[in-house]
């Protein structure tokens, strides 16, 4: 019961990240302008693979070439439904890491001001722009094989009659999703220090809100430009959960009530946090 909980914990930082971009939609639309030329990018791609899945499949079973028509097309369509399946799935899971290196200025700006809501921001491990890029790219390269050599098995295992249908999808929507996490936590751990085997040492600690945060996300970006609206809301929920969650220890500020403890703020509720009210909270970008 208590990984089912910390399963619907997760969900719900997703929707804390939507709860925070509805509150300041002006980054909600900054965060927007990566995940558009992301996905401008993508379905490009998608269409070239949509248009000649045939052809591939064709030049990939030259064998077929003298079986009958009816089964060579049954074959041959089978095999491009399934690479542009594959390839949809691709672009799901690494659309995260190809937004994130794009946008990194956007997103480390948006990653900051979701902090800054909740208190003193972490400091100390910031790197300059052409340091921080070369070493995403490289992260997101070894997120990626990891990333493969759980998905590819699976991809062939979808052949398999009946658990090919029911089992493997749910395998699939878990494993991507546990990585979508990985990728969009990176901001927030980085920021504390964390090089790439502490974050995942991390994550697999914390594999119930780690699914449950990713699963959501890896279901929802399977929808059309879905992916492009909800991604600035998955860099703010992401932010929140390390933050209130996952390095919780890192906290350093807060409140400071009449006791002299330290006492966490949601911005979200606390009328204090309100732009209206404190201008400094809201600053554009």
């Known amino acids: 019961m208590g990984h089912f909980r910390s399963f619907l914990d997760g969900i719900g930082f997703f929707f804390q990240g939507v709860r925070w971009v509805a509150r300041y939609p002006r980054w909600w639309l900054f965060g927007l302008i990566p995940a558009l030329?992301?996905?401008?990018?993508?379905?490009?791609?998608?269409?070239?693979?949509?248009?000649?899945?045939?052809?591939?499949?064709?030049?990939?079973?030259?064998?077929?070439?003298?079986?009958?028509?009816?089964?060579?097309?049954?074959?041959?369509?089978?095999?491009?439904?399934?690479?542009?399946?594959?390839?949809?799935?691709?672009?799901?899971?690494?659309?995260?890491?190809?937004?994130?290196?794009?946008?990194?200025?956007?997103?480390?700006?948006?990653?900051?001001?979701?902090?800054?809501?909740?208190?003193?921001?972490?400091?100390?491990?910031?790197?300059?722009?052409?340091?921080?890029?070369?070493?995403?790219?490289?992260d997101s390269l070894v997120t990626l094989g990891w990333l493969l050599l759980f998905t590819v098995p699976l991809f062939f295992l979808g052949f398999i009659p009946v658990v090919g249908q029911t089992v493997v999808p749910v395998l699939g929507a878990l494993v991507s999703g546990f990585f979508l996490t990985v990728e969009l936590t990176t901001l927030a751990l980085e920021r504390r220090g964390m090089a790439r085997k502490r974050r995942f040492g991390l994550l697999r600690g914390n594999k119930a809100p780690t699914l449950g945060f990713g699963v959501l996300l890896f279901l929802l970006f399977l929808i059309p430009f879905v992916a492009v609206i909800a991604m600035p809301a998955a860099v703010a929920g992401a932010a929140i959960m390390v933050r209130n969650r996952l390095a919780p220890s890192a906290l350093t500020t807060g409140t400071t009530g009449a006791a002299g403890g330290d006492r966490r703020v949601d911005p979200l509720t606390d009328p204090r946090m309100d732009p209206r009210m404190n201008p400094r909270t809201d600053r554009g970008a």
């Open 37 to 138: 030329i992301a996905f401008a990018l993508y379905a490009a791609a998608l269409y070239l693979l949509g248009t000649n899945a045939l052809e591939i499949a064709a030049w990939g079973t030259p064998f077929a070439d003298g079986w009958d028509d009816s089964a060579r097309t049954a074959l041959r369509a089978v095999i491009g439904l399934a690479l542009f399946g594959a390839g949809l799935v691709l672009s799901v899971v690494t659309f995260t890491a190809v937004t994130l290196i794009v946008g990194d200025p956007f997103y480390e700006k948006l990653s900051e001001k979701v902090e800054g809501t909740y208190g003193e921001v972490p400091t100390g491990y910031e790197l300059p722009l052409w340091k921080s890029i070369p070493r995403s790219i490289r």
